[in-house]
């Protein structure tokens, strides 16, 4: 009877085998030499993501779950008591557990695309600062809290973009592709790569708010939430000139290439 159930469901999934979780992580982590706290997460991520596998859902539906946790954890904050603030923080934390699972179905699958890439930001871009605010509310500092928000959307702006700085799409791709080529194309619209070598940007994922067990966690937990959105206020601004700064360096480049052309 329970084969019969078994079988049912993965008909109705993806009769791909699923593999031990030695093979399965050699198809869904990403190998590198430096181990992050985004690494760390992956291999946790990886036990969700096999028994996942086992059900009807797809990666987008393990997208939603996690989101909908975020915003559980968002209502916890705002509408629970003393106790329950580092309950919600921890709850929306351990989210992002999910959201690394999603990737590594999606992955495993065969079903990357762009429109999950697309939702997975926007559920970030709402959650993110929905928790702030609440964190905020909470703390009696929402005027903190919409600061934090507002510097935390500029950072994302910050990223050269041609419909963000109204350019022409032709204009930019025939620089970019004619006149420096395609294999320097990504040199001008960089996700900013060589930031993630300092100091400063590897200290900067325990700041991470929705990492697992960050600085915004143990402020809550010390009772010292108040100081904690504070340093997050000015950590925003500082990451903020940091992106501004990696960022007209590579145009910067750019420009550099176009001339000896």
Not at 103 to 116: H, I, K, T, W, Y
Not at 125 to 139: D, H, W
Not at 215 to 236: D, E, I, K, P, S
């Amino acid at each position: 009877m329970v084969n019969k159930v078994y079988k049912k469901i993965r008909s109705n999934v993806s009769m791909k085998p699923i593999p031990s979780f030695k093979k399965l992580k050699l198809v869904c982590l990403k190998r590198g030499v430096y181990v992050d706290l985004d690494t760390i997460i992956s291999r946790i991520a990886i036990y969700p993501t096999k028994l996942f596998l086992y059900t009807p859902l797809r990666p987008m539906h393990v997208m939603l779950i996690w989101f909908i946790l975020q915003l559980v954890a968002c209502f916890i904050i705002i509408y629970g008591g003393s106790y329950t603030i580092v309950g919600g923080i921890l709850l929306f934390q351990l989210a992002i557990i999910l959201d690394h699972s999603d990737g590594q179905m999606a992955r495993f699958l065969d079903e990357e695309s762009v429109l999950a890439l697309y939702v997975d930001q926007l559920y970030h871009n709402i959650a993110n600062p929905l928790f702030i605010l609440a964190l905020s509310y909470r703390a009696d500092m929402v005027l903190i809290g919409i600061m934090i928000v507002a510097v935390y959307f500029l950072n994302r702006v910050i990223i050269f973009n041609h419909n963000v700085y109204n350019l022409k799409n032709e204009r930019v791709e025939r620089i970019i592709q004619e006149t420096i080529g395609k294999d320097q194309k990504k040199l001008a619209y960089s996700r900013m790569k060589a930031h993630e070598k300092t100091i400063f940007s590897r200290a900067y994922e325990w700041f991470r708010i929705e990492h697992p067990l960050s600085v915004m966690f143990w402020g809550a937990l010390l009772g010292l939430l108040r100081w904690t959105l504070y340093l997050y206020l000015l950590l925003f601004i500082i990451d903020f000139f940091r992106r501004l700064f990696f960022q007209l360096k590579s145009l910067r480049d750019t420009d550099r290439l176009l001339q000896t052309k």
